[in-house]
C-alpha cells in the first residue's frame, strides 16, 4: 500500500515567520480583533457602534438564532480612527 503525502501549496507568497501573508486587509474584524487593533476598551467600541461612527452588523448563521458574532468595518474603524486623530491634532492634543 502506497502512502500518500500530501505537499501544501501556499496561495499566498510566504512570509519569514509563518508562511502567512502579512499584507492582506481584512474587511471585517470581531471586537476583540477591534480592540487589539485600536487600543479601545469594549465599552468604547460598542460606543462608536451604537452611535453610528463605525458600521458594523450581527452575523446570525440561522433565522432563529439568538445570538451571532458582531463584525465591525475595518475601514469604518481606521477611518474613525484617522478622524479622532485629526481632530485631536487640531485641537492641539497630539502629545
Keep these: 500500500m502506497q502512502m500518500h503525502t500530501s505537499t501544501s501549496t501556499n496561495v499566498y507568497p510566504p512570509t519569514e515567520t509563518n508562511n502567512r501573508p502579512t499584507d492582506i486587509k481584512p474587511v471585517w474584524l470581531r471586537v ?5 487593533l485600536t487600543g479601545l ?5 460598542y460606543g462608536l457602534i451604537s452611535s453610528g461612527k463605525v458600521k458594523s452588523f450581527t452575523n446570525k448563521i440561522h433565522r432563529d438564532c439568538q445570538r451571532g458574532t458582531r463584525l465591525i468595518s ?6 474613525y480612527m484617522e478622524r479622532a486623530y485629526q481632530d485631536a491634532v487640531a485641537n492641539g492634543q497630539n502629545n
Design 41 to 45: 476598551c469594549r465599552s468604547s467600541i
Design 32 to 36: 476583540p480583533d477591534a480592540i487589539r
Design 74 to 79: 475595518y475601514d469604518s474603524l481606521v477611518a
